[in-house]
């Protein structure tokens, strides 16, 4: 079904930022590799509809058919290793025949297909990696690029600048309050550094189509100035930002139909308000805002119809251990808050369908547990919060995209602390595989994907906070 696959594509592609402007501590020196040479500065840019995935993401039951046989070949107290017959050493879970850190929850895993094996060294050296053929399965990306960017990024996003059908780069900068934006030239190369003013401190941005032209249009939110700036896509490029008051703090947002009137509306994530603004759009700004508290900490946003009435809802996570939800009316109006606790501190969350029903799921990550959570959708607007799934430290950003092509959604993280975004392949069934690490650039914030290639294969990039840089990881199918 195209709706549902553009809701979860668009809640977690586009929509999804969660910007967790902390400040960036690093611990690697990242590698800015300046990469680009090209300095073709022009920022002319008729933008188009910017994603036209057209690959479905329902969840047929299918997993991973190459057996592995379980061994014990690895030293004691190793992470990541093949359990041995369903054990490991103390202190290690196996998980998913997986041998990971002891999860907080002691549940088993409610799936079936124990047998799953992953392939522990398909890290970007899987032999069919290259070959062009994207097989199921298959995780595989090229040496990462990394490039300059604004001052302090805290948000990526990809965005057809100039029409040509390849993905460019844009990253909102909280540091030099401003939106920088560099053209990918079709090689794996990019273009010069061009930028726009915003607000003070941007700390996400998005695209929308604010005034229903056929233009894709930015929103960024302005974490210090307690307000969002808007660009309208122009003939050569963008017009000045305009700005609209929201709550304070404003750390995250996403873009919508709410009150079906065929205008984008805006959800706003206020971190020191508790409160989710919402702005209807009127086609040329925004109209009345609505308040909207929720539970404490708010950092995160995703949108989706949680419950099937074809009403947009939204979910926010939040990091006192809760992600509250609320219902869209489809006028504009929402239910009352609930929360769905989850426990630690959330820094991230998207919805998809994840296993095998035709209910929306949500998986939330939690950034000082390591964990990523599946929240199961009951279809009327609850969730069921399932057994937590390793992620790698410090999740700062995730998002939910098929990278394996087998029709299963899988979660992409960045960790903050490490350098780097793991990837969970998805089974279909609610569960996910043992953590894939990739190197990027010192303290990733957050993460997209994009073609920037323009190779018809979805790529990973980043905002690394501390070192003004991005990274791109090109999908090598
Ligand atoms: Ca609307
Ligand atoms: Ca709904
Ligand atoms: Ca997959
Ligand atoms: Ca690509």
């Not at 937590?388 to 998002?399: I, R």
Request: charged fraction near 15%.
């Amino acid at each position: 079904m195209a709706f549902r696959y553009w809701l979860a594509l668009a809640t977690s592609t586009v929509f999804i930022s969660a910007c967790s402007s902390g400040a960036g501590r690093d611990t690697d020196d990242s590698t800015t590799v300046g990469s680009t040479t090209e300095p073709t500065t022009t920022t002319s840019m008729t933008t188009e509809d910017e994603t036209s995935e057209t690959s479905e993401s329902e969840t047929t039951e299918e997993s991973t058919t190459t057996e592995e046989p379980t061994t014990a070949g690895c030293t004691p107290g190793e992470e990541d290793c093949t359990c041995n017959q369903g054990m490991c050493d103390d202190g290690l879970a196996c998980v998913d025949d997986v041998c990971m850190p002891e999860p907080m929850t002691t549940e088993e895993p409610t799936d079936t297909d124990t047998d799953t094996t992953m392939d522990p060294t398909t890290t970007g050296g899987d032999p069919a990696c290259g070959d062009g053929e994207p097989v199921a399965t298959e995780l595989c990306f090229e040496d990462p690029i990394t490039i300059g960017m604004g001052s302090g990024p805290t948000d990526v996003l990809a965005f057809d600048l100039n029409g040509d059908d390849i993905d460019d780069l844009i990253t909102a900068n909280a540091l030099s309050n401003n939106l920088t934006m560099r053209q990918a030239l079709g090689n794996a190369m990019f273009g010069g550094l061009s930028a726009i003013d915003a607000g003070s401190s941007p700390s996400s941005v998005i695209a929308a189509f604010i005034n229903n032209d056929q233009d894709l249009d930015l929103i960024a939110t302005n974490q210090m100035g307690n307000n969002l700036s808007m660009f309208l896509a122009t003939m050569d490029g963008f017009g000045p930002q305009a700005n609209t008051a929201v709550g304070m703090g404003p750390v995250s947002l996403a873009s919508g139909d709410f009150n079906k009137d065929t205008i984008a509306d805006v959800v706003v994530v206020n971190a020191t308000d508790n409160n989710v603004t919402f702005l209807p759009g009127t086609g040329l700004g925004f109209g009345e805002p609505l308040s909207l508290p929720t539970a404490s900490g708010p950092v995160d946003i995703t949108t989706g119809d949680f419950n099937g009435d074809q009403n947009l809802d939204f979910a926010v996570a939040t990091t006192s251990g809760n992600v509250s939800i609320r219902l869209g009316n489809g006028g504009g109006l929402f239910s009352n808050n609930t929360n769905v606790s989850v426990g630690g501190a959330p820094s991230a969350l998207a919805t998809g369908y994840l296993n095998d029903d035709e209910h929306l799921d949500l998986v939330v990550a939690v950034r000082d547990q390591g964990l990523v959570y599946m929240l199961a959708g009951d279809g009327f607007g609850g969730f069921t919060v399932g057994i937590p799934f390793d992620c790698g430290p410090e999740p700062s950003d995730m998002l939910l995209y098929d990278f394996t092509n087998d029709d299963n959604l899988d979660i992409a993280v960045t960790n903050q602390s490490m350098a780097m975004v793991h990837i969970l392949e998805g089974t279909g069934l609610g569960s996910f595989e043992a953590p894939q690490p990739f190197t990027v650039g010192a303290s990733p914030v957050a993460l997209t994907i994009g073609d920037f290639n323009g190779d018809g294969a979805m790529d990973i990039a980043t905002a690394n906070n501390s070192v003004a840089t991005s990274t791109v990881l090109f999908a090598n199918p």
